[in-house]
């Protein structure tokens, strides 16, 4: 039987690709098959479960060095964190026991965040996990994220895809991941207590993304002035050490934060400590400038690289009406009859195109083979976890994907995965979980060609149908 485009697109383009019977299911109701996973209480999936914390991985972490330079805020209080790097930086005395904790602890995270995303059964809100963790990126580029990477995918993003972006952004704002990998930790008043002492100065780095790419967008509106009275604003947000309360959590340091007035898009903020901070964030959660940001953002991903005018604003719209409730912006998407039009117009990630692989054809990943396969493969495409270059995150456009070098690294996997599953699949039904909806006559033509089953299966899955979106 020959199911509906529909169901495709509801399992590729709003979810991580069709899993054994998920295409069938898809078909009855594709838009109440996806709102069905919304409305249902978010599982926990399993392989996530036993990792640690963020703050455990920082008290880890910091157990291994040496003392670094510190800033003394108060009697046993230091501001100090590892300084940035990439992997393999010598850090301190021991820089080998460092690097494999580090090393160690990434490799369980990008495992089990793989394993969840292939054995998921709500893939629409793991889409948006990933979706707004590439967002608020925060990369291994530099070292001392390594440990935080995979908690804050689950601290502070998976807990709010459905909720508000105020919250969101909040939560991701506060959290060690990003205070250290744009550098807030040590982002100091020149005319703080502690910048007068220690002739420490303002970065940047966070207040900059934060309106670059989190909130506003580069078009929002916003001068480098503004940047520059931001960065005061959020002076003093950092990480508690031991000693402190809380630590390896967020900490606010009133002898580090900039006094006196700041003027920030146009509004006065008077000297307030922490509060300067939180009614910036608040600002910018509800600027018209976000809404249409966040909306260019999500229609390019559930609708089109270039997505239609009319589309971002509608979700604009959704977005400003509803003070930025995600679950109504998902609802939009998936809502909007342009995600449903044919031809299909996305392509999948590296990311995805592996994980699809592994759903498509329900590969065990019980032991350390298949996973270390589909790890490897995401190594030689150039997207692992967690590892984008810069804070712009991983790219959300065809071109960002596809190569001739892409397409044959694609091609290999599907072969190297087609073989380790011999005699687990045959074509037809590979064909009829994955891309029969949308098989072209040449792909058919193809697979009567091929020498194979194994060839016929690796043809399924480097074929430009499995490809797309």
């Known amino acids: 039987m020959t199911l509906p485009v529909s169901a495709f697109i509801a399992a590729n383009r709003f979810g991580l690709g ?3 019977g998920e295409l069938a299911a898809a078909s009855i109701d594709p838009k109440a098959w996806l709102k069905s996973q919304l409305t249902a209480t978010p599982e926990t999936p399993a392989a996530l479960a036993e990792l640690p914390d963020a703050a455990d991985s920082y008290l880890a972490l910091r157990r291994m060095m040496q003392p670094v330079p510190a800033v003394r805020i108060q009697p046993g209080a230091l501001a100090a964190a590892p300084k940035p790097g990439p992997a393999g930086s010598k850090l301190n005395k ?6 494999k904790l580090a090393a160690e602890q990434y490799a369980r995270e990008v495992t089990a965040r793989l394993i969840a995303q292939v054995q998921s059964r709500q893939p629409l809100r793991e889409r948006l996990v990933a979706f707004w963790s590439n967002h608020f990126t925060v990369s291994v580029a530099r070292f001392n994220v ?8 689950r601290e502070a993003i998976r807990p709010h895809v459905t909720g508000r972006f105020l919250d969101l952004l909040l939560a991701a704002v506060h959290h060690p991941a990003m205070l250290f990998y744009l550098d807030n930790v040590v982002s100091t008043g020149p005319h703080s207590r502690v910048g007068l002492r220690r002739y420490m100065g303002l970065n940047e780095n966070l207040a900059r993304e934060l309106l670059e790419l989190h909130t506003l967008g580069v078009d929002g509106g916003y ?3 503004d ?3 931001f960065a005061p604003i959020l002076t003093g947000w950092s990480v508690a050490v031991p000693g402190e309360k809380g630590p390896g959590g967020f900490i606010f ?5 900039e006094p006196g007035e700041k003027l920030f898009l146009g509004s006065r903020f008077s000297e307030g400590g922490e509060k300067e901070g939180l009614d910036a964030l608040v600002l910018l959660a509800r600027h018209p400038s976000t809404a249409r940001h966040i909306a260019r953002q999500f229609a390019r991903h559930f609708i089109a690289d270039d997505p239609p005018p009319a589309v971002v604003d509608r979700f604009a719209e959704v977005f400003r009406q509803t003070h930025g409730d995600l679950m109504a912006l998902t609802l939009a998407a998936i809502d909007a009859p342009e995600a449903w039009a044919e031809p299909l117009a996305k392509v999948k990630s590296h990311n995805e195109f592996v994980v699809a692989s592994l759903r498509a054809t329900d590969a065990p990943l019980t032991g350390p083979g ?3 396969v589909a790890l490897g493969a995401l190594r030689g495409l150039g997207q692992m976890p967690f590892a984008a270059l810069s804070p712009a995150g991983w790219p959300d456009r065809a071109d960002g994907w596809i190569g001739p070098d892409a397409v044959m690294e694609r091609a290999d996997f599907a072969t190297v995965l087609a073989r380790r599953l011999r005699g687990r699949l045959t074509p037809t039904r590979l064909l009829e979980a994955s891309v029969g909806p949308v098989a072209t006559p040449a792909l058919a033509r193809a697979l009567a060609h091929a020498a194979s089953v194994e060839d016929a299966n690796a043809l399924i899955l480097a074929s430009p149908e499995f490809q797309r979106r």
């Open 227 to 229: 940047v520059t009275q």
């Open 223 to 225: 001068t480098q002035a």
């Open 370 to 372: 298949m996973v270390g």
């Open 253 to 257: 340091r009133p002898a580090m934060h």
């Open 94 to 99: 021991a820089p080998g026991s460092i690097n």
């Open 18 to 20: 069709a899993g054994p």
């Open 146 to 153: 390594m440990v935080f990477a995979g908690a804050f995918e």
